[in-house]
Protein backbone atom coordinates (compact mmCIF):
# COMPACT_ATOMS: atom_id res chain seq x y z
CA UNK A 1 0.00 0.00 0.00
CA UNK A 2 1.57 3.29 -0.47
CA UNK A 3 0.81 5.71 2.55
CA UNK A 4 1.47 9.04 2.97
CA UNK A 5 2.03 10.46 6.60
CA UNK A 6 1.13 14.25 6.62
CA UNK A 7 2.91 15.73 9.23
CA UNK A 8 6.45 13.99 10.37
CA UNK A 9 6.94 14.91 13.72
CA UNK A 10 6.37 13.16 16.94
CA UNK A 11 4.04 10.86 16.05
CA UNK A 12 4.14 10.84 12.39
CA UNK A 13 7.57 9.72 12.11
CA UNK A 14 6.84 6.95 15.07
CA UNK A 15 3.83 5.37 12.81
CA UNK A 16 5.36 6.36 9.10
CA UNK A 17 8.26 4.08 10.67
CA UNK A 18 6.14 1.31 11.32
CA UNK A 19 4.25 1.02 8.27
CA UNK A 20 7.54 1.49 7.05
CA UNK A 21 8.46 -2.06 7.73
CA UNK A 22 5.31 -3.16 5.15
CA UNK A 23 4.33 -0.56 2.96
CA UNK A 24 5.69 2.40 0.78
CA UNK A 25 6.01 4.94 3.12
CA UNK A 26 6.38 8.96 2.03
CA UNK A 27 6.84 10.87 5.44
CA UNK A 28 5.85 14.48 4.75
CA UNK A 29 7.38 17.59 7.04
CA UNK A 30 10.05 20.29 7.58
CA UNK A 31 13.81 20.03 7.29
CA UNK A 32 16.11 19.39 8.99
CA UNK A 33 14.11 15.95 9.67
CA UNK A 34 13.35 15.32 5.92
CA UNK A 35 16.82 15.97 4.93
CA UNK A 36 17.86 13.95 7.54
CA UNK A 37 15.66 10.75 6.76
CA UNK A 38 16.31 11.18 2.99
CA UNK A 39 19.92 10.64 3.44
CA UNK A 40 19.81 8.26 6.21
CA UNK A 41 17.18 6.67 7.22
CA UNK A 42 14.89 7.41 10.06
CA UNK A 43 15.87 5.77 13.33
CA UNK A 44 13.66 4.49 15.81
CA UNK A 45 14.66 3.89 19.39
CA UNK A 46 13.08 3.02 22.70
CA UNK A 47 10.30 0.52 23.27
CA UNK A 48 11.11 -0.08 19.26
CA UNK A 49 14.47 -0.24 17.50
CA UNK A 50 14.86 -0.60 14.03
CA UNK A 51 15.92 1.81 10.89
CA UNK A 52 14.02 2.09 7.56
CA UNK A 53 14.08 4.45 4.74
CA UNK A 54 10.92 5.84 3.99
CA UNK A 55 10.41 8.29 1.27
CA UNK A 56 10.70 11.69 2.90
CA UNK A 57 9.89 15.02 1.67
CA UNK A 58 7.95 18.69 2.55
CA UNK A 59 5.43 18.35 -0.36
CA UNK A 60 2.42 15.81 -0.86
CA UNK A 61 3.47 13.02 -3.66
CA UNK A 62 1.55 12.47 -7.00
CA UNK A 63 -0.17 10.10 -5.31
CA UNK A 64 -1.54 7.89 -2.58
CA UNK A 65 -3.74 4.78 -1.59
CA UNK A 66 -3.77 6.21 2.45
CA UNK A 67 -3.08 9.19 3.90
CA UNK A 68 -2.39 9.22 7.82
CA UNK A 69 -2.52 12.62 9.12
CA UNK A 70 -0.50 13.68 12.29
CA UNK A 71 -0.61 17.30 12.38
CA UNK A 72 -1.49 19.35 15.12
CA UNK A 73 -4.91 20.08 15.23
CA UNK A 74 -4.35 23.41 14.39
CA UNK A 75 -2.45 22.69 11.23
CA UNK A 76 -5.22 20.10 9.88
CA UNK A 77 -6.91 22.79 7.62
CA UNK A 78 -3.05 22.85 5.67
CA UNK A 79 -3.25 19.32 5.80
CA UNK A 80 -6.77 19.02 4.22
CA UNK A 81 -5.58 21.23 1.22
CA UNK A 82 -1.94 19.76 0.70
CA UNK A 83 -3.67 16.34 0.33
CA UNK A 84 -6.21 17.01 -2.59
CA UNK A 85 -3.04 17.09 -4.70
CA UNK A 86 -2.25 13.22 -3.83
CA UNK A 87 -6.23 12.00 -4.14
CA UNK A 88 -5.52 9.10 -1.38
CA UNK A 89 -8.17 7.18 -1.20
CA UNK A 90 -8.72 7.04 2.65
CA UNK A 91 -7.78 9.82 4.85
CA UNK A 92 -7.29 8.83 8.33
CA UNK A 93 -6.66 11.30 11.39
CA UNK A 94 -4.80 10.13 14.39
CA UNK A 95 -4.72 13.37 16.22
CA UNK A 96 -6.29 14.12 19.12
CA UNK A 97 -8.99 17.08 20.18
CA UNK A 98 -12.29 17.17 17.83
CA UNK A 99 -12.98 18.43 14.68
CA UNK A 100 -10.12 17.08 12.53
CA UNK A 101 -12.26 14.75 11.03
CA UNK A 102 -15.01 17.10 10.13
CA UNK A 103 -12.28 19.62 8.58
CA UNK A 104 -10.54 16.95 6.43
CA UNK A 105 -14.17 15.43 4.98
CA UNK A 106 -14.58 18.74 3.51
CA UNK A 107 -12.47 18.43 1.15
CA UNK A 108 -12.43 14.29 1.01
CA UNK A 109 -14.97 11.62 0.45
CA UNK A 110 -13.54 8.69 2.86
CA UNK A 111 -12.18 10.33 6.05
CA UNK A 112 -11.80 7.84 9.13
CA UNK A 113 -11.37 8.64 13.09
CA UNK A 114 -8.16 7.35 14.40
CA UNK A 115 -7.05 7.93 18.03
CA UNK A 116 -3.52 6.24 19.25
CA UNK A 117 -1.85 5.46 22.41
CA UNK A 118 1.70 5.09 21.37
CA UNK A 119 3.65 7.73 22.54
CA UNK A 120 6.32 9.42 20.18
CA UNK A 121 9.02 11.66 20.88
CA UNK A 122 11.42 13.41 17.95
CA UNK A 123 14.67 13.45 19.44
CA UNK A 124 16.82 14.96 16.70
CA UNK A 125 17.08 15.39 12.52
CA UNK A 126 16.04 11.62 11.91
CA UNK A 127 15.88 9.91 15.40
CA UNK A 128 12.40 8.79 17.04
CA UNK A 129 11.55 7.56 19.89
CA UNK A 130 9.28 5.61 20.76
CA UNK A 131 8.16 6.45 24.17
CA UNK A 132 5.77 4.07 24.62
CA UNK A 133 3.82 1.11 23.43
CA UNK A 134 -0.23 1.10 23.10
CA UNK A 135 -2.44 0.54 20.22
CA UNK A 136 -4.89 2.58 17.59
CA UNK A 137 -7.96 2.45 17.02
CA UNK A 138 -9.92 3.78 13.52
CA UNK A 139 -13.44 3.45 12.22
CA UNK A 140 -16.15 6.05 10.88
CA UNK A 141 -16.36 8.76 12.52
CA UNK A 142 -20.10 8.49 13.05
CA UNK A 143 -19.59 4.85 14.33
CA UNK A 144 -21.19 1.73 12.01
CA UNK A 145 -19.27 -0.45 10.09
CA UNK A 146 -16.45 0.49 7.69
CA UNK A 147 -14.70 -1.50 4.91
CA UNK A 148 -12.66 1.45 4.73
CA UNK A 149 -11.70 1.05 8.10
CA UNK A 150 -10.81 -2.55 7.95
CA UNK A 151 -9.19 -2.13 5.20
CA UNK A 152 -7.03 0.47 6.91
CA UNK A 153 -6.75 -2.13 10.13
CA UNK A 154 -5.45 -4.76 7.88
CA UNK A 155 -2.67 -2.86 6.53
CA UNK A 156 -1.70 -1.37 9.99
CA UNK A 157 -1.80 -4.99 11.53
CA UNK A 158 0.75 -5.98 8.64
CA UNK A 159 2.99 -3.73 9.62
CA UNK A 160 2.84 -4.88 13.41
CA UNK A 161 0.87 -2.17 14.96
CA UNK A 162 -1.52 -3.03 17.59
CA UNK A 163 -4.84 -1.71 15.82
CA UNK A 164 -8.66 -2.65 16.67
CA UNK A 165 -11.30 -1.25 13.89
CA UNK A 166 -14.02 0.31 15.53
CA UNK A 167 -17.75 0.47 15.41
CA UNK A 168 -18.25 2.94 18.15
CA UNK A 169 -15.30 5.33 16.91
CA UNK A 170 -17.54 8.73 17.90
CA UNK A 171 -17.79 7.11 21.93
CA UNK A 172 -13.53 6.50 21.69
CA UNK A 173 -13.43 10.03 20.10
CA UNK A 174 -15.14 11.35 23.34
CA UNK A 175 -13.19 9.25 25.66
CA UNK A 176 -9.73 10.26 24.16
CA UNK A 177 -10.63 13.91 24.71
CA UNK A 178 -11.60 13.23 28.19
CA UNK A 179 -8.51 11.58 28.75
CA UNK A 180 -6.66 14.55 26.85
CA UNK A 181 -9.12 16.83 29.00
CA UNK A 182 -8.06 16.44 31.89
CA UNK A 183 -4.00 15.13 31.49
CA UNK A 184 -3.33 17.57 29.11
CA UNK A 185 -3.78 21.08 30.52
CA UNK A 186 -3.34 19.70 34.25
CA UNK A 187 0.17 18.92 33.60
CA UNK A 188 0.82 21.46 31.55
CA UNK A 189 0.01 24.25 34.40
CA UNK A 190 1.49 22.94 37.03
CA UNK A 191 4.49 21.46 35.21
CA UNK A 192 4.47 17.87 36.16
CA UNK A 193 4.70 14.65 34.32
CA UNK A 194 1.48 12.45 33.96
CA UNK A 195 2.14 10.54 36.95
CA UNK A 196 1.81 13.42 39.21
CA UNK A 197 -1.98 13.34 38.73
CA UNK A 198 -2.65 9.60 40.51
CA UNK A 199 -4.17 11.40 43.78
CA UNK A 200 -4.07 14.58 45.48
CA UNK A 201 -5.57 17.74 44.48
CA UNK A 202 -4.45 17.29 40.24
CA UNK A 203 -6.01 14.45 40.30
CA UNK A 204 -9.36 16.23 41.65
CA UNK A 205 -8.94 18.67 39.10
CA UNK A 206 -7.98 16.09 35.88
CA UNK A 207 -11.12 14.07 36.93
CA UNK A 208 -13.30 17.15 37.08
CA UNK A 209 -12.11 17.90 33.71
CA UNK A 210 -13.00 14.29 32.74
CA UNK A 211 -16.13 13.52 34.59
CA UNK A 212 -17.43 17.12 32.86
CA UNK A 213 -15.99 16.36 29.20
CA UNK A 214 -18.45 13.28 29.92
CA UNK A 215 -21.37 15.02 30.60
CA UNK A 216 -21.18 17.23 27.64
CA UNK A 217 -20.60 13.75 25.57
CA UNK A 218 -24.15 12.57 26.60
CA UNK A 219 -25.24 15.83 25.68
CA UNK A 220 -23.73 15.37 22.13
CA UNK A 221 -25.80 11.91 22.33
CA UNK A 222 -22.83 9.88 23.00
CA UNK A 223 -22.99 7.09 25.66
CA UNK A 224 -19.91 7.76 27.52
CA UNK A 225 -20.40 7.50 31.46
CA UNK A 226 -18.69 9.37 33.91
CA UNK A 227 -17.08 6.88 35.85
CA UNK A 228 -16.18 4.88 32.93
CA UNK A 229 -14.31 8.77 31.49
CA UNK A 230 -12.54 8.30 34.68
CA UNK A 231 -11.43 5.28 35.07
CA UNK A 232 -10.04 5.28 31.47
CA UNK A 233 -8.36 8.54 32.46
CA UNK A 234 -6.42 7.14 35.93
CA UNK A 235 -5.61 4.10 33.61
CA UNK A 236 -3.64 6.12 31.35
CA UNK A 237 -2.28 8.12 33.62
CA UNK A 238 -1.00 4.89 35.65
CA UNK A 239 0.56 3.43 32.15
CA UNK A 240 1.67 6.76 30.85
CA UNK A 241 3.35 7.98 34.17
CA UNK A 242 7.11 8.84 33.23
CA UNK A 243 5.29 10.91 30.32
CA UNK A 244 4.86 14.45 29.94
CA UNK A 245 1.77 15.44 27.82
CA UNK A 246 1.93 17.12 24.67
CA UNK A 247 1.09 20.34 25.65
CA UNK A 248 3.26 20.26 28.56
CA UNK A 249 6.35 19.34 25.71
CA UNK A 250 4.11 22.45 23.78
CA UNK A 251 4.40 24.68 26.49
CA UNK A 252 8.03 23.95 28.10
CA UNK A 253 9.13 24.38 24.02
CA UNK A 254 6.57 27.89 23.67
CA UNK A 255 4.88 25.77 20.98
CA UNK A 256 1.25 26.49 20.26
CA UNK A 257 -0.97 23.92 21.77
CA UNK A 258 -4.02 21.95 20.96
CA UNK A 259 -5.99 23.02 24.17
CA UNK A 260 -8.74 24.97 21.41
CA UNK A 261 -9.57 21.40 19.94
CA UNK A 262 -9.43 19.89 23.88
CA UNK A 263 -10.71 21.81 26.48
CA UNK A 264 -12.25 24.33 24.28
CA UNK A 265 -14.22 22.13 21.94
CA UNK A 266 -15.64 20.79 25.17
CA UNK A 267 -16.69 23.90 25.84
CA UNK A 268 -18.25 24.80 22.68
CA UNK A 269 -20.15 21.44 22.61
CA UNK A 270 -22.54 22.48 25.35
CA UNK A 271 -24.91 25.72 25.99
CA UNK A 272 -24.47 24.22 29.57
CA UNK A 273 -21.67 25.81 31.80
CA UNK A 274 -18.47 23.88 31.42
CA UNK A 275 -16.72 25.64 34.14
CA UNK A 276 -13.41 23.37 34.61
CA UNK A 277 -12.76 23.30 30.66
CA UNK A 278 -13.51 26.77 30.26
CA UNK A 279 -11.10 27.59 33.37
CA UNK A 280 -8.66 25.25 32.03
CA UNK A 281 -8.67 26.54 28.62
CA UNK A 282 -8.26 30.17 29.94
CA UNK A 283 -5.37 29.35 31.92
CA UNK A 284 -3.28 27.55 29.27
CA UNK A 285 -4.37 30.15 26.72
CA UNK A 286 -2.79 32.82 29.40
CA UNK A 287 0.03 30.82 30.24
CA UNK A 288 1.22 30.88 26.65
CA UNK A 289 -0.06 33.90 25.20
N1 LIG B 1 3.40 12.66 20.21
C1 LIG B 1 2.62 11.72 20.72
O1 LIG B 1 3.09 10.83 21.45
C2 LIG B 1 1.15 11.68 20.41
C3 LIG B 1 0.56 12.69 19.67
N2 LIG B 1 -0.79 12.61 19.39
C4 LIG B 1 -1.44 13.63 18.57
O2 LIG B 1 -0.86 13.56 17.27
C5 LIG B 1 -0.85 14.86 16.65
C6 LIG B 1 0.60 15.21 16.31
O3 LIG B 1 1.35 15.31 17.50
P1 LIG B 1 2.95 15.35 17.50
O4 LIG B 1 3.48 14.34 16.57
O5 LIG B 1 3.36 15.29 18.91
O6 LIG B 1 3.21 16.81 16.90
P2 LIG B 1 4.51 17.37 16.16
O7 LIG B 1 4.43 18.86 16.25
O8 LIG B 1 5.72 16.70 16.69
O9 LIG B 1 4.33 16.88 14.65
C7 LIG B 1 3.61 17.54 13.66
C8 LIG B 1 4.59 17.86 12.55
O10 LIG B 1 3.86 18.25 11.38
C9 LIG B 1 4.59 19.31 10.77
N3 LIG B 1 3.75 20.08 9.86
C10 LIG B 1 2.71 20.88 10.15
N4 LIG B 1 2.20 21.43 9.01
C11 LIG B 1 2.96 20.94 7.98
C12 LIG B 1 2.95 21.15 6.58
N5 LIG B 1 2.06 21.97 5.99
N6 LIG B 1 3.86 20.51 5.82
C13 LIG B 1 4.78 19.69 6.40
N7 LIG B 1 4.84 19.45 7.74
C14 LIG B 1 3.94 20.07 8.52
C15 LIG B 1 5.05 20.12 11.96
O11 LIG B 1 6.07 21.04 11.62
P3 LIG B 1 6.04 22.51 12.31
O12 LIG B 1 5.94 22.30 13.78
O13 LIG B 1 7.32 23.11 11.82
O14 LIG B 1 4.81 23.19 11.76
C16 LIG B 1 5.54 19.01 12.90
O15 LIG B 1 6.85 18.63 12.58
C17 LIG B 1 -1.46 15.79 17.70
O16 LIG B 1 -2.85 15.94 17.47
C18 LIG B 1 -1.21 15.06 19.02
O17 LIG B 1 -2.15 15.47 20.02
C19 LIG B 1 -1.56 11.54 19.79
C20 LIG B 1 -1.01 10.54 20.52
C21 LIG B 1 0.38 10.53 20.92
C1 LIG C 1 -2.46 10.17 26.43
C2 LIG C 1 -1.60 11.42 26.60
C3 LIG C 1 -2.12 12.25 27.75
C4 LIG C 1 -0.23 10.87 26.93
O1 LIG C 1 0.67 11.81 27.40
C5 LIG C 1 -1.64 12.21 25.33
O2 LIG C 1 -2.37 11.88 24.43
C6 LIG C 1 -0.90 13.48 25.17
O3 LIG C 1 0.08 13.72 25.88
O4 LIG C 1 -1.33 14.26 24.30
Redesign the pocket.
Known amino acids: MDVVV?????????VGGLCAREHDVTL???DP??SAVRESGLRVTGAVEFTVEPDAR??VPDRADLALV????F?TP??AR?LTDCAPAVVC?????LG?EERLARSHDTVLAG????????DGPGRVAC??I?EVVVGDPDGGPSAAAERVGGALRAANIDVQVSPRMARRRWEKLAV?AGI?PVTALAGVANGALADGPLHGVATAAARETARVARENDIDLDERDAVATLESVVETTAE?HS??L??VRAD?RT?VD??NGAVVARTDEPAPVNRTLARLVRGLTA
Open positions: FGAGSLGSLVGRHITTTVKSDTAASLQNGNTCTYGARLTGGNNNSMQDNEAI
